[in-house]
């Protein structure tokens, strides 16, 4: 597995036992990573850059409906819904920050004895679209979700 | 029951603290979302223990929790603080024990795991 799909598929599972286990919200098992020229992120989105021996960005993207059942059963205990929207795309980064930090240690690159610095997460809110750098390499991952996408992208 | 300090940029993570600490009988002193807040905090309220982001904006000198740890040592050498962190931060949590901090807890954050850690704590 090369580098570019060994991160987006450690990712990707994450994600799923992300939601499975501490977001208790219904998600599909399988996922497919393709390699596109663009992508259209969806309501929310969230990049987080990579450096030191592995460079990138991995980004997290879902809609405002998926954002706030994510933010409903993240909280403990009750939520109002004021506090839902306003939360939502902070959990979004969060979220992803979560799991990309959950799966680092497992990426070769560190079990070799690399280093990967990650930025603080990026939001970016209504729908944005980011097209492939000439040389670049960008993939999509997609999971489903509560009968919505979440994606997951990695492009250099 | 413990009179509690909540520091993390993150809005989210604070009030998903704060509602785990108050449903386990603790107090919420007081909220901070950078390392410098929560010095300024900490010399403020006393509080009997600190729950601390380790990656944060910078804010003045202050680059992130471990520099926030620092200060509040020199405050207070047995000031009791939890770092809050995730699994790729493992680097920032030794530097941050080494700093004065007394344990950690890893995101995604649970209630019996924060329950059991603030007991060894505060022991």
Known sequence: MNNDCEILTKLAQRTISYFHEDLAIEIDNDFSISDVDKIEYFDISTLISLNGDMAGTVGMSVTNKLSHTMVENFIYGDISQAEIEEMASENVAETLNITLGNILKELS???TGG???ISTPYTMHNSVSVTKKKNGKMFLCKIKSNDEIILLSYFV | MAKILVVDDAKIMRANIKKMLMELGHTITGEAGNGQEGIDQFKLF????????ITMPPEGLISDGID??????KINPDAKIIMVTSHGEQDKVIKAIQAGASNYILKPLKIDKLEEVIAKVLK
Not at chain 2, 46 to 53: F, G, I, N, Y
């Open chain 1, 115 to 117: 280093n990967i610095n």
């Open chain 2, 68 to 73: 926030a740890v620092k200060e509040i040592i």
């Open chain 1, 109 to 111: 690159v560190i079990k």
């Open chain 2, 46 to 53: 006393k509080p009997d223990l600190v729950t601390m982001d």
